[in-house]
């Protein structure tokens, strides 16, 4: 009977266990899946929050730019917007294409180079530490021959590497396109990237940047004869008071450069990239568009959320 009565204690003491053990289980993925369920909630919440920042971002920029002829860093655009509400938060925050140089506009249609924009891009090059070759490999990547140039590279050489490719031969699609052109490492381009864009302002010349809204590493490359002292006085009178037309710093600067600035600056740009940031709880999404303002509506000329 002693012993009987120790098995069914035993037994007793098991089940209540796996009991236990069954209930934790279940609690568990209850969990599990509210907080699935919840995160799932709060990520689309926050899609359609980053999606509307884009929207309200682009409304800023229409009011902003409908009453003047020429944008700079220090219009209302240019300062981050932030919005709080019971839902979340939104962050929207706008920079200018116009302001930097455009790697597309590096090759004429004739294959020749454009040579405005080679010179800015050797002497943005020699600032980064960018290899002079990089440009070659470039330029033949965007022509629309076969034939490589000193430095550079085309087809030949990319169908020898695993995987193998072939050269575009046309327009860079989109930035991250670098890192399949010869010489231009994963760190080169993260270096460049601040300071160039592939899309063309259609109001203005091919190659062309607003000195009003370029980096300082930008305004640097755009004339032999802006050294550092020359880059300080351009952004220091920019910010006093935006330049409207290239008189503006030949009055203001330099004479000289005025002359040799005009007809690759300009004074007002088109071609935004808007990002928007929203976060709700825990979970955080950005959306990431260029537009151009010249359209009506303005045009999404590309799109990116993660």
Same mark, same amino acid.
């Given at each position: 009977?002693r012993?009987?009565?120790g ?8 089940? $209540?266990?796996l ?12 969990y ?7 995160s ?18 682009t409304k ?10 020429y944008? =700079?860093? =220090? ?11 019971e839902?979340g938060?939104?962050?929207i925050?706008? =920079?200018?294409?116009s ?6 506009? *590096? ?7 454009e ?8 002497? @943005?090059?020699?600032? *980064? ?8 490999? &470039?330029?033949?990547?965007l022509?629309s /021959? ?11 050489y990319?169908?020898? @590497? ?5 050269a575009?031969?046309g327009?860079?699609?989109t @930035?991250?396109?670098? $890192?399949?052109v010869?010489?231009?490492t ?5 270096? &460049? &990237?601040?300071?160039v864009?592939?899309? /063309? ?8 940047? %607003? ?10 490359? @755009?004339?032999?004869?802006?050294d550092?002292r020359?880059?300080?006085? *351009?952004?220091?009178?920019?910010? &006093?008071?935006?330049f409207? %037309? ?5 009055n #203001?600067?330099?004479?000289? *450069?005025?002359?040799e600035? =005009?007809?690759r600056?300009?004074?007002m ?5 808007? $990002?928007?940031v929203?976060?709700?709880k825990?979970?955080a999404r950005t ?5 151009r303002? $010249? ?8 799109? #990116?959320e993660?």
């Amino acid at each position: 009977m002693r012993g009987e009565k120790g098995f069914a204690l035993v037994l007793t003491l098991v089940v $209540t266990a796996l009991m236990v053990a069954v209930a934790a289980e279940m609690i568990h993925q209850v969990y599990v899946d509210t907080s699935l369920s919840r995160s799932f909630r709060d990520g689309q919440q926050a899609s359609l929050l980053a999606e509307s920042g884009i929207t309200g971002g682009t409304k800023l920029l229409q009011f902003a730019l409908s009453s003047q002829n020429y944008t =700079s860093l =220090s219009d209302s655009w240019a300062a981050p917007f932030k919005l709080d509400d019971e839902v979340g938060s939104i962050e929207i925050s706008a =920079s200018e294409e116009s302001g930097k140089i455009n790697l597309n506009s *590096l090759v004429q249609a004739n294959g020749e180079y454009e040579p405005f924009t080679q010179a800015a891009l050797k002497r @943005l090059g020699q600032r *980064l530490q960018i290899p002079e070759d990089c440009w070659s490999s &470039l330029a033949d990547w965007l022509d629309s /021959n076969d034939l490589p140039r000193a430095g550079g590279a085309e087809t030949a050489y990319y169908s020898n @590497l695993k995987p193998p490719y072939s050269a575009r031969n046309g327009p860079l699609a989109t @930035l991250n396109e670098l $890192t399949l052109v010869r010489g231009f490492t994963p760190e080169i381009v993260t270096k &460049l &990237l601040p300071f160039v864009t592939i899309y /063309n302002d259609p109001l203005n010349q091919v190659g062309v940047v %607003n000195i009003n809204t370029a980096p300082k590493e930008v305004v640097a490359a @755009l004339n032999d004869r802006i050294d550092d002292r020359m880059v300080e006085r *351009l952004l220091e009178e920019r910010r &006093l008071q935006p330049f409207k %037309n290239t008189g503006d710093i030949s009055n #203001r600067v330099d004479r000289q *450069l005025g002359n040799e600035l =005009s007809g690759r600056i300009i004074f007002m740009g088109n071609i935004f990239r808007i $990002t928007s940031v929203a976060k709700v709880k825990d979970t955080a999404r950005t959306v990431e568009a260029v537009v151009r303002m $010249t359209d009506k509506p303005p045009g999404i000329l590309s799109w #990116r959320e993660y």
